[in-house]
DNA sequence: GTGGTCTAGACCACC
DNA sequence: GTGGTCTAGACCACA
């Protein structure tokens, strides 16, 4: 994993692990890895991976087992998917939309660069 | 003017400094506030100000006539629309395309909500 | 049993214990479970059972016959109650009294709320 | 100021600064000290005021002007008296009720040890 | 000057 | 072994 972008790079951390659990790497309920193992493979400081984590616990998407380790919750999916669909309709799309009508773009347009754009990511 | 965002403020202000010039408040080729004046309509301290606009000079949007002031570049408008055009189709687009696999939003309904929002916000 | 609270779990289990000693499922002087049935019962970590018993045995709740097991006191129920009413005593209420201050809470309102919640849990 | 509690530092902090703005000492709205003078007056690591700060800003107790400082929020002793309140009455207040029929404790007997130790912290 | 982040290393309670 | 907390010290962007 890199960590080019410039957000802290516990949220990115984060973003990887919801990408994980979405991708049923770490299924829902199922055990992450722990705070020092992961800090370790990423190659990062524990401190690090643990603010992640306690990020993660409390949008509900962690779960915690005193002296146990960390789960991804029951729902773990189900709840990540969510957060990005409401931050998604309340935060980008109105920004989009803003920018469209700064630059004259019309749905019509953005359609067409899309559908481009959705298939060479394929 | 508002500092809702997370974004520095600096950003901000130039931000809204290229939406009064595209808007014509400050055409092209004319004097925009100086630091001081703006920073006091701002509320803001004088030196963010100077940073936004050190900013939008090393984008070539606006001009410096020594002892004098500010301007906004001849082709002010037509600069920041380029930049804003670049920046959307390599850097927002992308990120679009990414988040709507990643939340199975369709081409479609994406078509649909922008229409609805595209409205409202006449 | 659940274990919600955010006491340590040895905690929780000898306070649970107490309840059943009180309740009279084990009565004073008779046997409680093995740490290894316990555990298995609990689904938890013998060593965290063992820490349990061994929690209640320096309070003289339970006592230990070698190679036999644990037993609940002899006066097991009146010790608990007392170590509760001298806790409830001399630490809860001093708690309460502050909380009710900070709150603006006057005796009357409490009442009023105990009593409410007495019936409810009767 | 001390830290006796078992309680983690920083949450002893943040409960500190909610009882200095209830009672005005930093009024609704005002700044409060900077993270390292106030680490200075506490005789603490500075990180450890600033996860207290970062606490009670997710609480929004608190709020954050970019390289200003931290001021209390508009409403903040409202809303730490809000969040008190139903900590008070979701928590402690439950609790209350079953330790009071574990130890046989009538609401009439706690009304009177109440009002004792009521007037003794006068 | 301000806060935000990261690292390093330590100690603790808990399981 | 696990996570939770704290310290120390550093660097950065921002105002």
Redesign the pocket.
Known sequence: MQFNSNA???QQIADHLCDLIVANVYGDGERIP????FAAVLE??P??V??S??YLLELGIVE?Q?????FAAREASKIIKAIKRASFYERELPALVKTMKALDISVEELTASLEGAFDETL
């Open positions: 802290p790079i516990y722990s705070v020092r193992d990062v400081n401190n690090t643990a603010r984590y306690a915690n005193r002296g146990i380790g960390y």
